[in-house]
């Protein structure tokens, strides 16, 4: 690992000229993450999925990084289930603030696209991270690189760009995936695919009909529209709560052909 560094408030910034005005992602929406994600249903269904979906093929003891970490609260909850060799990455400086009010000590701010770590890790996580980034190639020849040999990524991604809204314009977005095009990301960046999952099956209707309602214009996005992105009514969350729920009972009799997210693993080829 490079030491080429500088601590700010106990968080070590590798890159200081990395702008939190980046184009990738604009941290104007962690205020209203950091706000949303301990009550909202799809952060609340996501962290419990990646739990579940890790908790018997990776070790408690790995060496872990989260990239694109935002505010932290998935690690902060995989840290509750048992994964304390945990650190998270991230290129805003603003959304470690955040990591690190939660207790979260080893907090790294860099670009991926320079990535100061080599063979450091057993794992790398991004979680709806690479779908913000214009050179996925690029960002997943770096995530190799950090890794160790037999290394994972594990990641989440927005599926199916017939689902496309505004709200993924809003989200910084450059795509939705499917099956085949993040598999053929892995497999032409040094990956052998492990696994990889549709989840969020049973909302794709009311996702679709969002995609009708609220249409992607191509207009610049508003301000004003990343403190709304994730504001939901308290009922209609209660509901999806409850769907959410069901369709972890269902999980085993549910078709895998599509859903609004995918869960990826992929192994670092020799």
């Known amino acids: 690992m490079e030491n080429q560094y500088q601590e700010i408030d106990g968080i070590r910034v590798y890159h200081s000229d990395s702008s939190d005005k980046h184009d990738d992602y604009n941290p104007l929406g962690l205020t209203s993450l950091y706000n949303s994600e301990n009550k909202h249903f799809w952060f609340l269904h996501r962290k419990k999925y990646i739990f579940d979906n890790i908790k018997n093929s990776i070790s408690k003891n790995a060496r872990i990084i989260e990239i694109g970490a935002g505010t932290g609260n998935v690690s902060r909850f995989l840290r509750s289930k048992g994964y304390h060799n945990l650190c998270v990455g991230e290129m805003h400086f603003s959304g470690l603030k955040y990591a690190k009010s939660y207790g ?14 080599i063979s450091e890790f ?12 214009a ?10 690189k950090m890794l160790r040999n037999d290394g994972l990524v594990v990641m989440t991604l927005p599926a199916h760009n017939w689902l496309w809204s505004r709200e ?3 989200a910084g977005h450059k795509k939705r995936y499917n099956r085949e095009m993040i598999e053929n990301e892995l497999e032409s960046n040094g990956f052998e695919v492990v696994s990889v999952r549709y989840f969020f099956v049973l909302i794709v209707p009311l996702l679709y009909l969002r995609r009708l309602l609220n249409p992607d214009d191509g207009s610049d996005v508003k301000e004003s ?3 709304n992105e994730i ?10 709560k409850f769907i959410c ?6 999980s085993g009799m549910l078709p895998n052909w599509f859903g609004g997210s995918l869960f990826v693993i992929g192994k670092k080829n020799d």
């Not at 050179?135 to 190799?144: C, F, G, I, Q, T």
């Not at 504001?231 to 999806?240: P, S």
């Open 168 to 170: 993924d314009s809003v």
């Open 122 to 133: 057993d794992v790398v996580c991004m979680f709806d991270v690479l779908e913000h980034i």
């Open 245 to 250: 729920k069901l369709e972890d009972k269902l």
């Open 225 to 227: 529209e990343y403190s």
């Open 135 to 144: 050179d996925p190639n690029a960002a997943l020849k770096n995530v190799r």
């Open 104 to 117: 979260i000590n080893d907090c790294y701010q860099f670009d991926l696209l320079k990535s100061p770590f």
């Open 231 to 240: 504001a939901i009514n308290k009922y209609i969350n209660f509901g999806l």
